[in-house]
């Protein structure tokens, strides 16, 4: 490489870095962040926290929004018998993605979710285990109500129908959270939902693999269908710096070496969900 190579490849990653820097403060004036809320993420395997929302972990568990974060992984990530392997790599993982207390995170250990790629979970089963986990019991005996339901959080985030590797347990939870707000509603039809529903945004092949170069195109998207109303924001729209970047790709490389096949290294560096997370607001009307 010679001198003027050298000093073109500078100027280009000076240039990249001032660019992001300047979306990343576009970003934060024009999309508030949810604050002092109780969030659950709902993952379907140990690695989905890694692999698709580090930004939504990096971002919502900076201790200047007073959020207070629960993670719920449906499944130990067992199909090919390393369980407990994967369990102990998900703490790691958490822990370095902001999530030090190891008693926020849940791993649901149950026949009716097994890690499978051919396996779809029932939307009732998951519904169940959402309700056993994120509602305080009503003992009243009547049979609809005015008041809203008790639960333990007000924000759920997990993927939205097509679990953007069309993974059937990805696309279960989607189905299976929708089922349990509509559930946990019917005994309070004219109450409103006190769970606000997020959903993690799945893109076409060409812009899941297009890394931060996406960024401009989803943040101009997202500001076209914005809502005017931020209480609560919709949609979220939350992207990692540079700095961020490297910790989730720790998350992986560091915590999940279980997961360390070679396509993977593409995946840290070609796929958008490592940089950009934008999150849909449910009606669940």
Request: aromatic share 10%; glycine share 2%.
């Amino acid at each position: 490489m010679n001198e003027l190579q050298l000093i073109c490849n500078i100027a280009y990653l000076w240039v990249v870095k001032i660019m992001w820097q300047l979306l990343l403060r576009i970003q934060s004036h024009s999309f508030p962040p949810l604050q002092g809320k109780r969030i659950c993420l709902l993952i379907a395997h140990p690695d989905d926290e890694a692999m698709f929302f580090a930004p939504t972990l990096l971002a919502l568990t900076d201790p200047s929004l007073d959020n207070r974060f629960v993670l719920l992984c449906m499944s130990s990530g067992d199909a090919d018998g390393i369980g407990e392997t994967r369990k102990i790599e998900l703490m790691k993982s958490t822990d370095l993605l902001g999530l030090q207390n190891e008693d926020l995170v849940y791993i649901v250990e149950d026949p009716d979710f097994p890690d499978s790629m051919t396996a779809t979970w029932d939307p009732s089963r998951i519904s169940q285990a959402l309700t056993r986990a994120l509602v305080i019991p009503d003992n009243t005996t009547d049979t609809k109500t005015s008041h809203p339901p008790e639960t333990t959080v007000d924000v759920l985030i997990t993927f939205d129908r097509h679990g953007v590797s069309s993974h059937p347990n990805h696309c279960s939870l989607y189905h299976g959270a929708r089922r349990f707000l509509d559930t946990l509603m019917k005994k309070h039809p004219s109450a409103e939902c006190p769970i606000a529903l997020y959903t993690l945004t799945s893109t076409t092949w060409i812009r899941k693999y297009s890394s931060f170069l996406d960024l401009p195109l989803t943040m101009i998207q997202t500001l076209w269908f914005r809502k005017r109303s931020d209480n609560p924001p919709a949609p979220l729209f939350l992207v990692n710096s540079l700095e961020q970047y490297s910790t989730a790709r720790s998350a992986m490389t560091d915590a999940h070496q279980s997961q360390m096949r070679w396509f993977r290294w593409g995946w840290i560096l070609l796929s958008r969900y490592m940089f950009i997370n934008d999150l849909k607001l449910e009606n669940m009307r």
